[in-house]
């Protein structure tokens, strides 16, 4: 069965975007961007690739599908990007847009049974969370795993890993890496 994994980049206090959804205050490093090309490169988006000399046809190590809210697609949007995992299947979760004008990404009202029907399918790489908050926190009961990257910033403000749903939920440590200053740990679901 394929896993749904939450892998986002968090500061210290726990927020994984500023109060108006920036994300450029996160000490993004070399040492930081070459573990994200080696390691999970899909999660670089197509129009980002050729910047950051991620190879446009670099095989997916662990993802092939991802999920994302509204907040998390509307950055490209905003640039005129509306596939912005075009090497991916992609699906965003909204009951507030009222269409995407593009074949390569799916609109989703209801994210519990997207997921529970992606997992259920054959073969196929994991599921990317790619956030934000309050999807993260709908879909807590599924989320199987997490990669956390721990950035050394305090943000004081923003858009919390998990939003909006009270629900301890308990996941183990399994392993750490450092990439420079950044901290990379990954969580299983406990039990």
């Not at 994991?126 to 305090?154: F, H, T």
């Not at 943000?155 to 392993?175: C, I, K, N, Q």
């Amino acid at each position: 069965m394929r896993k749904l994994v939450y892998y986002v980049g968090v500061s210290i206090d726990g927020y994984i975007a500023g109060p108006g959804g920036e994300i450029d205050f996160y000490p993004l490093g070399d040492d930081t961007t070459d573990w994200i090309k080696e390691r999970l490169p899909e999660t670089v988006p197509t129009h980002v690739r050729p910047h950051l000399g991620v190879d446009a046809d670099a095989p997916a190590k662990r993802f092939d599908t991802l999920v994302m809210g509204l907040g998390t697609y509307r950055p490209a949007l905003d640039i005129g990007v509306t596939s912005p995992y075009a090497h991916m299947r992609q699906y965003v979760v909204s009951t507030t847009l009222p269409a995407i004008d593009d074949p390569a990404v799916d609109l989703v009202r209801e994210p519990l049974g997207l997921v529970r029907a992606l997992k259920a399918e054959d073969g196929g790489k994991d599921i990317w969370l790619c956030g934000g908050g309050r999807l993260a926190a709908a879909l807590l009961p599924e989320i199987d795993e997490m990669i956390v990257k721990s950035y050394p910033v305090v943000a004081g403000d923003g858009v919390p890993a998990f939003s909006g749903r009270f629900d301890p939920t308990l996941f183990t440590p399994e392993r750490r890496e450092s990439a420079g200053t950044t901290q990379i740990t990954w969580f299983s679901r406990k039990g």
